[in-house]
């Protein structure tokens, strides 16, 4: 049924005269509509003080459906925006936090908090990736090019796409990585454009480190070099990534909840693509903005040959 009841309509389900069909379809709408709802209440009672003998429902499952539908038109059209609000929030899901609840409660908990204080932190291992630059004495140097992408952050992939700014006259590149311990486990990976897909997958819940060396014609360029720190990155352990996968495929738009879980792994690319796609009237949108400034902004990323 589309609008509302005519007050014919309404004064015929507090008497009691429509036939079951009819008074079906009134309490679906019922159900959705809480005007309708508060205007059929307000005709019961209506009744009650003028003395007549309106009819109840057919039923007294009916009847106390329709005690619930007032109570609830009562609450929703009494409710302010921000009161309204933390009722979703603390019992239900709004559209930014579906899936919340099927999460474990010291997770829910976390998000929660996140919410409520206006802020999450990067994981400490995460943080302490990016490193800081060696002191070396004498003039410092530009590098000729920069490693782009995965630098100091968690990947859910565990064959992630490498990416470095390309270097002007370059006709290959070469990619090197090694475990955290320095200990190779790519070498002599040879690419013609400034990105690559790893052929196979790197063992999970491991730290690693990266280098890229170009050759232009005799020359031989390695970035990151001292005084630069290491480009390195965190493969996320399978738990993690299975269950954000996971909630990403059930509820691939609730991007608040998705954008603070995958920040709180530490797979900051993830998170920013969901912190950005929170639509502008979602109560959380300050907070994706403010989680967004925080972040370090992205370095553009070089087109895949």
Request: glycine share 8%; aromatic share 4%.
């Amino acid at each position: 049924m589309t609008g509302h009841f005519t007050d014919a309509a309404i004064e015929g389900y507090v008497r009691g005269t429509l036939d079951d069909d009819a008074r079906s379809s009134f309490e679906a709408h019922a159900a959705e509509c809480p005007t309708c709802a508060q205007a059929m209440a307000d005709l019961r009672l209506r009744a009650g003080s003028a003395g007549s003998r309106a009819a109840p429902p057919a039923d007294a499952a009916a009847a106390a459906r329709m005690r619930w539908y007032a109570l609830a038109a009562s609450i929703v059209l009494a409710l302010s925006l921000p009161l309204g609000y933390w009722w979703q929030s603390t019992h239900g899901e709004p559209a930014g936090l579906r899936g919340l609840a099927s999460l474990a409660p010291g997770v829910q908990a976390r998000v929660r908090e996140a919410i409520r204080s206006g802020e999450i932190a990067l994981p400490a291992d995460i943080a302490a990736l990016a490193g800081q630059p060696e002191t070396l004495t004498g003039a410092a140097t530009t590098p000729p090019f920069h490693l782009v992408t995965p630098v100091a952050v968690g990947v859910v992939q565990d064959r992630p796409v490498l990416a470095w700014e390309p270097l002007a006259g370059a006709d290959r590149y070469i990619v090197a990585i090694a475990d955290d311990q320095g200990r190779p486990v790519v070498r002599g990976l040879e690419v013609r454009g400034p990105a690559v897909t790893l052929p196979d997958p790197l063992p999970r819940g491991r730290v690693y480190r990266w280098q890229v060396t170009a050759h232009r014609g005799t020359d031989a360029i390695t970035e990151p070099a001292p005084p630069q720190p290491a480009a390195r990155f965190k493969v996320l352990d399978a738990e993690t990534a299975d269950a954000l996968r996971t909630l990403e495929q059930a509820q691939p738009d609730s991007h608040v909840l998705l954008g603070l879980l995958y920040l709180e792994a530490g797979a900051v690319e993830d998170a920013r693509r969901h912190l950005r796609a929170v639509p502008a009237d979602d109560p959380q949108r300050a907070l994706a903005e403010r989680t967004l400034a925080r972040m370090a902004p992205p370095v553009p990323r070089p087109a895949t040959p």
